[in-house]
């Protein structure tokens, strides 16, 4: 076995070796990483592209260390300077790379470390292990898009786009103005899709449909309602010409609609908020890419919500749930109250933001924007009903009645808006303990629709 050019797995271990990483295992279940340390350290002296040991590694000393930062100065740890210690990489990268670990043991976190360990494993065609590098920056440092970029660039060179994609999505989040990320992720997307569904780039485009007649009628699609598979035949023609040209706003535009068609949220958004990008701010491209991420977002949600309701004691799921939660509100307010600095007088985008703030349980924020978003004819309604809740999770709940009467005087016929507007007025009045009004609110909705919410059970309930 070549012990440089070679990364394996821990069944590739021969040996004392293998039983030495028995014990840094069982030294690690028992909180004892000093000692697994020493151990993994000789481990990778003999098998250094031992990746599942570099990894174990570096979780140990970021127990002890608790992740601490670099320290300022021309040294790192005490040890050898980074420009020295990138000479001696440079002229015996096989040796350097014991040198590297033992200055990574007191700050494994450190970005110009990691940096040089990354070098220092692509010169001994280490790719895993040059990954590794570049990831645990991407773990300790983020705010490093310099080298994350490169992270990047590596999967991609790899042949991993959709861990290079993911990459680029952390960079545009420490860096949204960073266009080379966000083309970057948009490739990285499309060449994903591509390798998934088996087409190459270099695929001619003739070769994707199985006859010219076929190829025809893909051109008029946009007529017609498509199955699936010619969905997916049609994406495949697209993404060949995306790719030979990202910049085609059409092109997009219609890897966008047929990703919408499919119900795949997520590559939606990807190629409505690239089109939003490159057509110079066309405010109904932002528009969708917005609500397709919100889609994305909230089939994430559901998938999560499902998942807790069928393991609720899982306390780790019911803590991921709470916060990609807290993240969703959060990054969807602050894209709220962009939207309102770009557009004041737009009453569609008050209500958004409204929204965003009542989501987020900041009602008195709320208030403002929903009485100038009741402008809008259009919307006007749907604003008081929400402009009601508001006032309603104040405790303020004569002002919220006034809203959703007024709501429902202008409404004539008894559409969704109107149901949902009468069960919160019944709602409202059952708590103020007016049972009679409550029901007489209930009953109107009962009238016409059996089987909304719980409406048959409180009306019949009360006779």
């Known amino acids: ?212 007649s076929e190829s025809e009628e893909l051109e008029n699609q946009n007529r017609a309602a498509m199955t699936k598979d010619q969905l997916r035949e049609k994406i495949a023609t697209l993404l060949v010409k995306y790719n030979e040209d990202q910049y085609h706003l059409e092109t997009v535009k219609e890897l966008g609609k047929s990703y919408e068609q499919l119900e795949e949220w997520g590559n939606c958004y990807t190629f409505y908020s690239w089109g939003a990008q490159i057509s110079e701010g066309d405010v109904a491209l932002k528009n969708k890419s917005l609500l397709m991420k919100d889609k994305a977002t909230n089939e994430y949600l559901s998938n999560l919500e499902a998942q807790v309701e069928a393991d609720p004691d899982n306390e780790e799921l019911s803590n991921q749930l709470l916060e990609a939660r807290r993240e969703h509100s959060a990054e969807r307010l602050k894209e709220c109250q962009e939207r309102v600095e770009q557009n004041p007088t737009d009453p569609q985008v008050r209500y958004d933001l409204g929204k965003a703030y009542y989501d987020s349980a900041m009602y008195s924020e709320a208030i403002p924007h929903l009485q100038q978003a009741t402008r809008n004819p259009h919307i006007r309604t749907k604003v008081l009903l929400l402009l009601g809740k508001t006032f309603d999770a104040k405790g303020m709940t004569d002002l919220a009645i006034k809203q959703f009467e007024e709501a429902i005087h202008e409404l004539t016929a008894m559409d969704k808006v109107k149901k949902e507007l009468l069960y919160e007025l019944g709602l409202i009045f059952g708590k103020q303990g007016h049972p009679e009004k409550s029901i007489g609110a209930f009953k109107q909705i009962y009238e016409v629709d059996y089987g909304y919410r719980d409406v048959a059970a409180r009306v019949e309930g009360s006779y």
Request: net charge negative; hydrophobic share 40%; glycine share 6%.
């Open 1 to 212: 076995m070549d012990a440089v050019s070679t990364e394996i797995d821990e069944t590739q271990l021969e040996g004392e070796y293998k039983s030495l990483w028995v014990k840094a295992k069982s030294a690690i279940e028992v909180q004892n990483a000093a000692y697994a340390i020493s151990i993994i350290q000789a481990i990778l002296k003999k098998y250094p592209g031992f990746v599942d040991g570099r990894r174990l590694l570096r979780q140990s000393e970021v127990g002890i260390t608790g992740a601490k930062k670099k320290k300022q100065g021309l040294f790192s740890g005490g040890g050898l300077s980074n420009m020295k210690l990138q000479g001696q990489a440079k002229k015996d990268p096989l040796a350097s790379l014991e040198l590297i670990e033992k200055e990574l043991v007191d700050e494994p976190l450190d970005p110009h470390l990691n940096e040089i360990l990354h070098d220092t494993a692509m010169r001994l065609n280490l790719l895993e292990t040059a990954a590794f590098a570049l990831e645990t920056i991407r773990q300790g440092a983020p705010e490093h898009t310099k080298l994350l970029h490169r992270l990047a660039e590596h999967y991609m060179a790899r042949d991993l786009p959709d861990k290079a994609s993911e990459v680029y999505r952390d960079i545009v989040k420490q860096d949204p103005s960073d266009m080379h990320a966000v083309k970057g992720d948009k490739d990285a997307s499309a060449r994903a899709s591509m390798q998934s569904q088996n087409w190459s780039e270099e695929a001619d485009i003739k070769t994707l449909l199985k006859s010219q």
